[in-house]
């Protein structure tokens, strides 16, 4: 029977005509993160039959109670991209301090990742889908280790980015630039098969997705898009529904097919909103970005935001480009920005 399906690693090596100069490393560099996510993908399932679900007892840099599949999951990419050689250094919200990769073959690699090898863990124990985040920069340091300056690149420098979804199906997600490629793992082979090609996000949605538990410390362009968005008003499809799982990548995910904004602004808790900019704002901007939405800090384009901290945290404003203007525009009429 003929194969229906284009798998991930065929789409790579289809698309590699888009980067004429480049060797191969990038494709080869996707394909160990593709690697690293069935791994996970095959423990995320298990997660409530295995000993590893519930707190391993340390703490990660957050401050956050580290759980087994946290762990796991930042073994297993670490692993895939050490071993893959076309890696010098991983930024990872699990370490504190960047990672070199100092093998033969790796120290001379042409590109570094920031990833978050599992966000939303919080939501492992109940069984709600869960996600990694990841973002490619080629080193801009000449030869040796690499350096802090390799991982503050702006996002616009991105060479790639993505997110795999661990929910009812598992997907990966990604872009080098030249659109989003969305892949569903088959299971019977193993493979992750182009599932949706040339992802666009619904340029206007219904859906608003924050959580409404902060709203006393939310600041008042928050407060006042909000209610506009809670407003009866046919003409404009209002009141929009809000949904919020509590994992990025799924409310994110959501909100690529359906339309929709996801927002986590600064609060009282996270003055600078909680959500990391290396590798949470930045892979998903560029990727939004790419499908034809917007990501900003209620004020300013997330790709165009100078990193000055691996773990350095930004408020976020993603999804339908209509639905980011307008709570944009509360954001500017009420509020202002935050100082970077
Ligand atoms: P809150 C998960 O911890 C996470 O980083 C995102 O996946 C999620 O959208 C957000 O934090 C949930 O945070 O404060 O609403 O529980």
Avoid: W
């Avoid at 791994?39 to 679900?53: P, S, Y």
């Avoid at 840099?61 to 759980?67: H, L, R, S, T």
């Avoid at 691996?310 to 993603?318: A, D, M, N, S, T």
């Amino acid at each position: 029977m003929a194969q229906k399906f284009l798998t991930l690693g065929q789409f790579i090596i289809e698309r590699q005509a888009d980067f004429p100069y480049a060797k191969g490393e990038l494709s080869r560099l996707l394909r160990d993160i593709g690697i690293a996510a069935k791994i996970v993908n095959r423990e995320v399932n298990k997660a409530g039959l295995m000993d590893i679900i519930g707190d391993v007892g340390s703490q990660n840099v957050q401050g956050e109670a580290q759980k087994k599949l946290d762990v796991f999951a930042n073994e297993q990419f670490i692993a895939a991209l050490s071993s893959g050689g076309e890696c010098c250094a991983i930024a990872s919200e699990e370490n504190d301090e960047m990672i070199h990769i100092e093998s033969a073959v790796s120290k001379n690699a042409k590109y570094v990742v920031s990833i978050d090898p599992l966000d939303g863990s919080s939501n492992i124990d109940v069984n709600v889908s869960i996600g990694t985040i990841f973002s490619i920069y080629r080193r801009i340091s000449l030869g040796g280790l690499a350096t802090m300056n390799d991982f503050l690149q702006k996002g616009t420098q991105q060479v790639a980015a993505g997110y795999i979804t661990y929910g009812s199906s598992t997907m990966l997600v990604y872009s080098t630039g030249h659109g989003v490629n969305g892949f569903t793992l088959d299971p019977s082979i193993g493979e992750f098969c182009l599932s949706h090609p040339d992802m666009k996000i619904p340029r206007d949605g219904v859906i608003y997705s924050i959580n409404e538990g902060n709203y006393v410390h939310f600041p008042d362009g928050v407060k006042k898009y909000l209610k506009y968005c809670q407003v009866e008003e046919e003409a404009t499809n209002r009141p929009y529904s809000s949904r919020y799982i509590g994992s990025l990548v799924s409310d994110f995910h959501r909100n690529m097919i359906k339309g929709g904004v996801y927002i986590y602004p600064s609060t009282a808790k996270s003055p600078k909103g909680k959500l990391r900019l290396l590798y949470e704002c930045n892979p998903l901007a560029f990727i939004v970005e790419q499908a034809g939405g917007l990501a900003s800090d209620g004020f300013n384009r997330i790709l165009e935001m100078q990193p000055k901290s691996l773990h350095q945290r930004c408020p976020l404003f993603i999804g339908s480009y209509e639905m980011v203007k307008k709570a944009e525009e509360f954001m500017q009429k009420y509020s202002t920005p935050e100082v970077q």
